[in-house]
């Protein structure tokens, strides 16, 4: 069993940045691979980065090269900076925590989600 809280979300300007966090308890948080996926109003949830228990790691187009995913095994903490943020990246942020590879959605534990909104 896994808890998962994410933090760090809020309401930056376009090209401003944020680095929302997930920080994970009740397991051995280095055995899971990691996600981050984001839900705006009215879309389906997507997977925007993802980490895997050996460090590899994976984006979704739109955030390559703004994104970048980590995680800290010693903390049970894991990490999205994002930078030059635009209108389009506003969602809801959840991570997720899954003991395959690659992640397969629903499967595995999910955080409450944080709230990033980007907008002058």
């Known amino acids: 069993q896994v808890q998962l809280v994410e933090s760090g979300g809020g309401l930056v300007q376009p090209g401003g940045s944020l680095r929302p966090s997930c920080a994970a308890s009740?397991?051995?948080?280095?055995?899971?691979?990691m996600g981050w996926y984001r839900q705006a109003p009215g879309k389906q949830r997507e997977l925007v980065a993802a980490v895997s228990s050996g460090g590899s790691t994976n984006y979704a187009d739109s955030v390559k090269g703004r994104f970048t995913i980590s995680r800290d095994n010693a903390k049970n903490t894991m990490y999205l900076q994002m930078n030059n943020l635009k209108p389009e990246d506003t969602a809801v942020y959840y991570c997720?925590?899954?003991?395959?590879?690659?992640?397969?959605?629903?499967?595995?534990?999910w955080g409450q989600g944080t709230q990033v909104t980007v907008s002058s």
């Open positions: 997720n925590a899954y003991t395959g590879w690659p992640l397969n959605p629903p499967n595995g534990y």
């Open positions: 009740g397991s051995i948080f280095s055995i899971y691979a």
